[in-house]
């Protein structure tokens, strides 16, 4: 008899699980295919943006030095009058210089010189860490950007609710003496072979899209600021008092340059000493963080106010090299230098996770691995779409039945609560989904209960 229970028990488990699983993919899959088309395209963004603007990025190197930096902010001036933000030196010989400049009417463009002959190869409209106007569209669509605020928060949920649908996912699929488990396509086709394809697809790439969906939160609004103020809080993050020494300006460095390390993005920018004199050279500054051995394809932010800094930073392949430099905007004095291992322990791992995730650590490895776990995303979207479609009935959403034995374990419900407090947003969505699940329930019991009408 005890058997009996806990079989039906169990029953009624795998059915509540599936139908969670269910609910929550259809929910999630447009947003995994949002994030799937898009990341694997942002992957490979610099090799994109070299093909399709190469005429900008790239000259023929010569046998003479390259000019100074003022000298080429001034041909890039020249050719585009404004007002100069931010200077980029070649990355390689082989390499333009850019110029970003503000205009009269306040649009930023990048204009590309040559850094041998101070010829101006052309300009772009600025991108910012996106490098085109083409990868600048998939970036903000990888975000959701374009929805505002409630974009983002959709994808911070739907990152969230990819880690549940991966547990439930292995749960579903694990042996029970039945024909889950499976590592191979064994249908020959029909639905059948759409599910193994589900399945197998899930359980190579499990651990991959646990770690897109884990090293991809920071940047979320909800889940992401509260790691930020936790590690920061903790002395895991920034290390405590970042400008303890020199007065700070109100704009954050993420907001003051196209691209700083993350868990430093909300930290104030500093300001220089004095607000007198002339401002140091931008050769004598240049001179100043080569010599501390910055790697190449650094940028340089000049100050846009009399109190402003200048501001040296590089997000390289190999993060170990990553480095934000701050310098006085009149004395040239290094008002702080912090690399990567400056950084509290939950910073150098969310910076490591984050360039992973954007496929720098390990070059075209990198890129190559997260493209096909991008490409084994959009297989389960299709997948699971197809088996539902297949599956529905006639003008019904076709979800699996509802159990109507709803014992379900306290460890699966602590579980629950737990991903929910975790994940927020999830959370908030869960207690959606279960609230019109009681409804649901409480409908169907009252339709079989004899006499109620």
Same mark, same amino acid.
């Given at each position: 008899?005890?058997?009996?229970t806990?079989?039906?028990?169990?029953?009624a488990?795998?059915?509540?699980?599936?139908?969670?699983?269910?609910?929550a993919?259809?929910?999630v899959?447009?947003?995994?295919?949002? =994030?799937?088309? %898009?990341? *694997?395209?942002?992957?490979f963004?610099?090799?994109?943006?070299?093909?399709l603007?190469?005429q900008?990025?790239?000259?023929?190197?010569?046998?003479?030095?390259?000019?100074a930096?003022s000298?080429?902010?001034?041909?890039?001036?020249?050719?585009?009058p404004?007002?100069p933000?931010?200077?980029?030196?070649?990355a390689?010989?082989d390499?333009s210089?850019?110029?970003? !400049?503000?205009?009269?009417?306040?649009?930023?463009?990048?204009i590309?010189?040559?850094? @041998?002959d101070g010829?101006?190869l052309?300009? !772009?409209w600025?991108?910012?860490?996106? *490098?085109?106007?083409?990868?600048?569209?998939? /970036?903000?669509?990888?975000?959701l950007e +374009?929805?505002g605020?409630?974009?983002?928060?959709?994808i911070?949920?739907a990152?969230?609710?990819?880690v549940?649908?991966v547990a439930?996912?292995?749960?579903?699929?694990?042996p029970?003496?039945?024909?889950?488990?499976?590592f191979r396509?064994?249908? #020959? /086709?029909?639905?059948?072979?759409?599910?193994?394809?589900?399945a197998?697809?899930g359980?190579? %790439?499990?651990?991959?899209?646990?770690f897109?969906?884990?090293t991809?939160?920071?940047?979320s609004?909800?889940?992401?600021?509260?790691?930020?103020?936790?590690a920061?809080?903790?002395?895991?993050?920034?290390?405590?008092?970042y400008?303890?020494? @020199?007065p700070?300006s109100t704009?954050?460095v993420?907001?003051?340059?196209?691209?700083?390390?993350?868990?430093?993005?909300?930290?104030?920018?500093?300001?220089?000493? %004095?607000?007198? *004199?002339?401002? #140091?050279?931008?050769d #004598?500054?240049?001179?100043?963080?080569?010599?501390?051995g910055?790697?190449?394809? @650094?940028a340089?932010?000049?100050?846009?106010?009399?109190?402003?800094?200048?501001?040296?930073?590089?997000y390289?392949?190999?993060?170990?090299?990553?480095?934000?430099i701050?310098?006085?905007?009149?004395?040239g004095?290094?008002? +702080?230098?912090?690399?990567?291992?400056?950084? *509290?322990t939950?910073?150098?791992w969310?910076e490591?996770? !984050?360039?992973?995730h954007?496929g720098?650590?390990?070059g075209?490895?990198?890129?190559i691995?997260l493209?096909?776990?991008?490409l084994?995303?959009?297989?389960?979207?299709?997948?699971?779409?197809?088996?539902?479609?297949?599956?529905r009935?006639?003008?019904a959403?076709?979800?699996p039945?509802?159990p109507?034995?709803?014992?379900?374990?306290?460890?699966l419900?602590?579980?629950a609560?737990t991903a929910?407090?975790?994940?927020?947003l999830?959370?908030l969505?869960?207690l959606?989904?279960?609230?019109i699940?009681?409804?649901? @329930?409480?409908?169907?019991?009252?339709? =079989?209960?004899p006499?109620r009408?």
């Amino acid at each position: 008899m005890q058997e009996q229970t806990n079989r039906a028990a169990a029953s009624a488990l795998y059915r509540a699980i599936w139908r969670w699983h269910f609910i929550a993919g259809l929910l999630v899959l447009p947003f995994m295919l949002i =994030l799937a088309i %898009t990341g *694997g395209i942002y992957l490979f963004k610099d090799e994109a943006n070299d093909a399709l603007h190469r005429q900008l990025r790239f000259v023929q190197p010569v046998q003479a030095p390259m000019l100074a930096p003022s000298q080429i902010v001034s041909a890039a001036i020249d050719s585009h009058p404004g007002t100069p933000m931010t200077y980029l030196p070649p990355a390689a010989p082989d390499r333009s210089a850019a110029v970003k !400049i503000k205009g009269a009417d306040g649009i930023k463009d990048t204009i590309h010189v040559n850094p @041998y002959d101070g010829q101006v190869l052309g300009s !772009i409209w600025d991108a910012g860490a996106a *490098g085109s106007p083409t990868m600048y569209v998939v /970036r903000k669509l990888h975000s959701l950007e +374009y929805v505002g605020w409630l974009g983002n928060r959709m994808i911070e949920a739907a990152a969230g609710w990819m880690v549940l649908l991966v547990a439930s996912g292995i749960y579903l699929w694990w042996p029970r003496g039945r024909r889950q488990g499976t590592f191979r396509i064994k249908a #020959a /086709r029909g639905r059948p072979w759409w599910r193994d394809l589900h399945a197998v697809t899930g359980i190579y %790439t499990a651990f991959f899209i646990v770690f897109l969906a884990m090293t991809g939160l920071p940047w979320s609004s909800v889940w992401g600021g509260k790691f930020y103020d936790i590690a920061y809080s903790m002395g895991l993050g920034m290390p405590d008092g970042y400008w303890s020494k @020199y007065p700070s300006s109100t704009q954050p460095v993420g907001e003051a340059l196209d691209r700083s390390p993350w868990i430093m993005e909300h930290q104030p920018m500093p300001q220089s000493l %004095t607000d007198a *004199g002339a401002p #140091a050279a931008l050769d #004598a500054v240049v001179t100043t963080v080569e010599s501390r051995g910055i790697v190449p394809g @650094y940028a340089l932010t000049i100050p846009a106010a009399p109190e402003g800094v200048f501001t040296v930073s590089v997000y390289p392949d190999d993060i170990s090299d990553e480095r934000v430099i701050h310098l006085d905007q009149y004395s040239g004095e290094v008002l +702080y230098d912090a690399g990567l291992q400056d950084l *509290g322990t939950l910073g150098r791992w969310a910076e490591w996770g !984050i360039s992973v995730h954007m496929g720098q650590e390990w070059g075209l490895a990198n890129q190559i691995v997260l493209a096909l776990a991008c490409l084994a995303m959009v297989l389960l979207s299709v997948s699971g779409a197809v088996m539902w479609w297949k599956r529905r009935p006639q003008g019904a959403i076709g979800a699996p039945q509802m159990p109507l034995d709803w014992r379900i374990p306290r460890g699966l419900l602590l579980i629950a609560v737990t991903a929910g407090v975790f994940f927020p947003l999830v959370g908030l969505t869960m207690l959606v989904i279960v609230a019109i699940e009681v409804i649901l @329930y409480l409908t169907a019991r009252r339709r =079989l209960t004899p006499g109620r009408a």
